[in-house]
């Protein structure tokens, strides 16, 4: 499954060639939490040159989701590369998948998860922390 909003013609193209492929052009929020929640394995790269901020497709697939495969760029500067698979070049995303297929998503990937995004971005902690900068 490839989802995304606007994918361009030439994935369109290159998915409708590909006999298990299936291409979900603009998800509905609904249907792509649906996708994230179901899919074993979110596949996240980074196109941007320029890294700017958390990414929020990843923290989505980090609460939502199980392995999560990135690049570099899509966790730089986050703290949460012990919670992905990090692949440099598609030959790498393809043999990090290859290796994911079969491994269960277990309790020990959870806790960790839980214990780096609960620290670090949590809602009401970081609420309260701006509330109390502020006044």
């Known amino acids: ?19 298990h492929t299936c291409l979900v052009a603009d ?14 394995i979110n596949v ?3 196109f941007n040159k320029s890294i700017t901020g958390i990414r929020l497709k990843l923290l ?3 609460y939502q989701g199980r392995h999560c495969v990135v690049n570099d ?8 590369e012990p919670t992905c698979h990090i692949g ?5 995303f393809a043999s990090i998948i ?12 959870i806790k960790l998860r839980k214990q780096l995004l609960h620290s670090t971005y949590d809602n009401d902690k970081n609420t309260k922390t701006l509330i109390n900068w502020l006044f």
């Open 73 to 80: 760029p899509m966790v730089a500067g986050t703290g949460l």
């Open 98 to 109: 290859t290796q994911l297929y079969h491994q269960p998503f277990g309790e020990e990937e």
């Open 44 to 46: 996240l790269p980074c």
């Open 1 to 19: 499954m490839i989802a995304g909003k606007k994918p361009s013609k030439r994935l369109q193209k290159v998915a409708h060639l590909c006999q």
């Open 88 to 92: 440099t070049n598609a030959n790498a």
């Open 60 to 62: 989505h697939a980090l």
């Open 27 to 40: 998800p509905s929020e609904t249907e792509m939490n649906d996708l994230i929640r179901k899919a074993h």
